[in-house]
């Protein structure tokens, strides 16, 4: 307990925890790519940010969900810790991308095209591994519910 407020959460509520913080993280992300998307409308950007999305969704996010996932679920019944959503490993990498995210865009050193296009491709796949974290924690409500039954 810490101030009344519990800290330790169902193993199942850090999937719902990751659900938050990734779509939370994707909104901001895909936001800034749309701000800065309107000079730069063409099909060749387009395409470019649908490469960034599919790279980063199949290859780098779709494959953590599931290993987090994957993780979450070998914790059982048990209460965690509400930050064990991530592990250390992932809060590091998280550090690294935020601050050279706000790095590059505080000292301007990529033009506005590259985080238009950037930015929309990895907002969106952000977005999705978030939507996927909050598929598996449903899926994983719904399997307890029904077995209470």
Same mark, same amino acid.
């Given at each position: ?8 959460? !169902?193993?199942?509520?850090? =999937? =719902? ?10 909104? !901001? ?7 800065? %998307?309107? =000079? %730069?409308?063409?099909?060749? !950007? ?6 960034? +999305?599919?790279?980063?969704? +199949? +290859? ?5 969900? &599931? ?7 070998? %914790?059982?019944?048990? $209460? ?10 992932? +809060? ?15 000292? &301007? ?9 950037? %930015? ?5 796949? =952000? ?13 994983? &409500?719904? $399997? ?6």
């Amino acid at each position: 307990m810490c101030d009344g407020v519990s800290v330790m959460v !169902n193993n199942k509520t850090l =999937l =719902l925890i990751a659900c938050l913080v990734w779509s939370a993280a994707g909104i !901001n992300i895909l936001r800034i790519g749309i701000i800065e %998307y309107p =000079l %730069y409308l063409s099909a060749v !950007n387009f395409l470019l940010s649908a490469v960034v +999305f599919a790279v980063f969704q +199949f +290859f780098i996010f779709g494959r953590l969900v &599931k290993k987090h996932t994957k993780r979450i679920d070998g %914790y059982g019944e048990q $209460k965690q810790l509400f930050i064990k959503f991530f592990d250390v490993k992932s +809060f590091i990498i998280m550090a690294v991308m935020m601050t050279g995210g706000i790095l590059l865009r505080s000292l &301007k050193l990529a033009p506005a095209v590259f985080i238009a296009v950037f %930015y929309t491709g990895l907002g969106a796949a =952000l977005l999705l591994a978030g939507i996927f974290f909050g598929k598996n924690f449903v899926i994983r &409500k719904f $399997k307890k519910n029904k077995s209470d039954q």
